[in-house]
Structures are given as C-alpha cells and as structure tokens.
C-alpha cells in the first residue's frame, strides 16, 4: 500500500456508476477468494448506457426496491431488532465518526468550502478500512480490497473536497456486496435501512458540516437536496400509506418538528431548511410534491 504521508493513492471509486469492474454482480464469493480495488470505466455515455443495460445496474435497483419495501411504514422510533451483523456494521461507522473527531477543520482563510483537513480524514478511512472490515463477522479477508474502496468513498471526493450522490449509491454498493456475499440477508434489510443507513446519513451530515464539504453536482431547481438521494426514496417508503401525513406537510415547520424524530423524510427536509448546512435552499423555496 502506497504510503498517504506525501502522496495519498487516488480515490478507490468516483462513483459505483463508474466503478462496476469489480462489483458484486460480476463476482461470485463462493468461486473467488480475492477481489481489487474499483475502479473508474465509465468516461463516455455509450460506458454509461452498456452500464445500465448490464445485471450489475438491475442488482442495484433491485437491492434498493428490496430495502424500501422493508422499511414501508416503519418509524425511526420504532424497536428494530439487530443483528450481529448489523451491530457489526454500525460499531464501524461509530469508528468513522470518532476519526471526524479526531481530524479538527483547519483554519481555511483562502475559501469558505472544501476544509483542506478532509483530505487527512480520507487518508485515515483509507489507512484504517481493513482494520474496520476485520471486525464485520464472518468477512472473507479476499474481498477486503474491494469493499473497502466503495467504503473509502463514500465519505466523499478526496481531489476535490466535495459530496454527491455518488457517495451515496458507493455506500449502498458496499452494503449490497456485503448482501451478495451473504454477510447480510435480507432479515437485515429493515435494520439496514433504519438503523445503519440512518447512521451513515448522521455522519455524512457531520462531515458536510464540519468540512464544508461543496455537493458534487446540482440536481437542479425541482432537486429537493444537491447531496442525497436515498434518504427520500427511504423517507417515503416510511410513509407510504399514513393515513394523515401528505407530501406537502414538508412545508409546515410545525409538522417537521413533530416528526423528524420518527421519519427521515421530514428530519432531513428539517435538516435542509436549518442554517448549519454548507448550502441551503432558504433562499428558494422547496419545489412543492404532489399532494
């Protein structure tokens, strides 16, 4: 391993969406021992469409429509059993949490966003992600590499000190390796969504915050946030159905403080219209769903 003092390796993985050469949906745990690093392959659209013509986009999609249909209904607040699995997974990110900690933001005179000390986070996730993966139980050591680089970056762009949601979807690829290599199954799903995703969401706002970290791309005027994507399409599953809350309650300050406690939808929209994000959209209104 290339030493981080000088000259940190380049990031794992821009994104899964270009990363896919060594994913869960080309690697079968039961005939290989060994995986590498992700790696970028997609540079062109005719890259991106073999991409989402091939079984590895599908098993994607699939795992997410998987974990969204566990978690239909069901309150943050409600009791969630665990696995050890789970609780593995969830003491690792506790671990990331305690690095951010460990890594103070520096003094930036020369911009506002992108705190240089992100980079020295990252090269501490990179260097300590083995270690981590060591204690997910029963982990065959030969895919380390592998998890490990959609692990490393979903915690954000080392080259340009930014957040997207790509970051995301390469946290999601890690769980859904961790489900093709059967360390998760789907008992764990309503867990995974509700207490490990919840979680990594926690700690992807810290670093936003304590970083300054700028969103990797913008999804627009009728995007609802330029950093996440899954905690909508989560959010909603938990409400699909309520008998009283509608999409336009996201407008009504006193409906979010009431239940962002229970749904990541309205915590998170309470989250975008607070001051203590690096960008807001305060100064536009939030496009108005379906009623």
Not at 101 to 129: L, W
Not at 221 to 246: E, M, P, T, W
Request: proline share 9%; aromatic share 10%; charged share 20%.
């Amino acid at each position: 391993m290339a030493s981080t003092t000088e000259q940190p390796p380049p990031p794992p993985a821009e994104s899964t969406t270009s990363s896919h050469s060594h994913s869960p949906a080309h690697s079968n745990p039961t005939a290989s021992t060994s995986s590498t690093s992700p790696s970028k392959r997609i540079i062109s659209r005719a890259h991106l469409q073999l991409f989402l013509d091939s079984p590895t986009h599908q098993h994607v999609i699939d795992y997410i429509e998987r974990l969204n249909a566990a978690v239909v209904g069901v309150k943050l607040t409600d009791p969630i059993q665990t696995s050890p699995t789970v609780d593995a997974l969830l003491h690792v990110l506790k671990q990331i949490e305690k690095i951010v900690g460990h890594t103070p933001p520096i003094d930036n005179g020369k911009s506002r966003f992108g705190n240089p000390a992100f980079r020295t986070f990252y090269d501490r996730v990179f260097e300590q992600s083995p270690h981590l993966h060591s204690s997910i139980p029963h982990l065959p050591t030969g895919h380390v590499t592998e998890l490990s680089g959609y692990f490393t970056e979903s915690w954000g762009n080392r080259t340009r000190v930014d957040y997207g949601s790509g970051m995301e979807l390469n946290f999601l690829s890690w769980l859904l390796c961790l489900d093709k290599l059967k360390i998760l199954t789907p008992d764990d799903d309503r867990a995974v969504v509700i207490k490990v995703f919840w979680q990594y969401m926690r700690v992807a706002r810290l670093l936003q915050t304590e970083y300054w970290l700028e969103p990797a791309g913008s999804h627009g005027a009728q995007g609802l946030d330029d950093y996440h994507f899954a905690v909508f399409i989560f959010g909603s599953a938990q409400l699909r159905n309520h008998n009283h809350l509608r999409p336009k309650a996201i407008h009504d300050p006193e409906i979010l403080d009431e239940f962002a406690k229970d749904y990541m939808y309205f915590s998170y929209i309470r989250y975008i219209n607070s001051a203590s994000r690096p960008t807001s959209h305060s100064s536009q209104p939030l496009p108005s769903p379906s009623e």
